[in-house]
C-alpha cells in the first residue's frame, strides 16, 4: 500500500530541523526499499525547507503511522502537523525513475484536497513532467480525498494546472526539491 506523508515545519523550528537532518536522513534510510519520492518543501527563497514529503510503500495503516509518528524531526517537535493519507502511485514509478532531469527546473508539490466527486483518477496526457502522481484515499482505500502530484513547471500557475482546480475544495503549490539520499 501506498502512502503520501508530508510534515509541515512548525514556524521557528529551522534550528531544530537543521540539528536533526542527520538523524531524518538516517531514518529515511531506513525505509530506502519501500520509497516511491521524498524532499523537502521550500519558503519563495527556494532554501529554506517549510516542510517534508515522503511517498512510500507499506503494508498497513499502521505501519504508515508508525512511519510518519516516530520520524526524529516529528518526536523532537519539528513540524506543526502531518498530513499521512493513502496514495496511488498511477505513473508506477519511483523519482529516481522519472525520464527528465530531476535537478533541472523548477519543481513543485501540487496538492488538491478534494470535495465532492472524485476527478483527476487517470493521468494527464501530458505527463512529461510529471514526477509522481496519484489520488489520496482514506486509509481502506475506499473514499478519494484529493490529489497529491510533483511536478517539474516553469511556474507555480503552470504546476497548479495540472488538476482540475476547480473541483477541489483547495489547491496548495509549495516548491519541492528532490531530497535525501539515495
Excluded at 517539474?152 to 482540475?164: F, G, N
Amino acid at each position: 500500500m501506498e502512502y503520501f506523508c508530508y510534515h509541515r515545519d512548525r514556524p521557528g523550528s529551522l534550528g531544530l530541523r537543521k540539528a536533526l537532518l542527520q538523524e531524518h536522513w538516517s531514518y529515511m534510510d531506513e525505509y530506502a526499499k519501500e520509497m516511491i519520492a521524498r524532499g523537502p518543501t521550500l519558503a519563495d527563497d527556494g532554501e529554506t525547507p517549510t516542510g517534508s514529503v515522503h511517498i512510500v510503500d507499506l503494508p498497513d495503516p499502521a505501519a504508515a503511522r508508525a512511519f510518519a509518528f516516530d520520524e526524529p524531526s516529528y518526536q523532537a517537535g519539528a513540524y506543526r502537523d502531518v498530513l499521512l493519507r493513502r496514495w496511488r502511485n498511477l505513473l508506477g514509478r519511483t523519482m529516481w525513475d522519472f525520464p527528465g532531469d530531476l535537478t533541472d527546473g523548477d519543481r513543485y508539490l501540487v496538492l488538491g484536497l478534494g470535495e465532492g466527486r472524485p476527478v483527476d483518477l487517470t493521468v494527464p496526457l501530458d505527463q512529461a513532467e510529471l514526477i509522481a502522481y496519484g489520488p489520496l484515499l482514506s486509509d481502506d482505500g475506499a473514499t478519494w480525498l484529493g490529489t497529491a502530484a510533483l511536478v517539474r513547471a516553469p511556474d507555480p500557475d503552470r504546476a497548479r494546472a495540472v488538476l482540475t482546480v476547480d473541483r477541489y475544495a483547495a489547491v496548495e503549490v509549495h516548491n519541492w526539491q528532490p531530497g535525501g539520499r539515495r
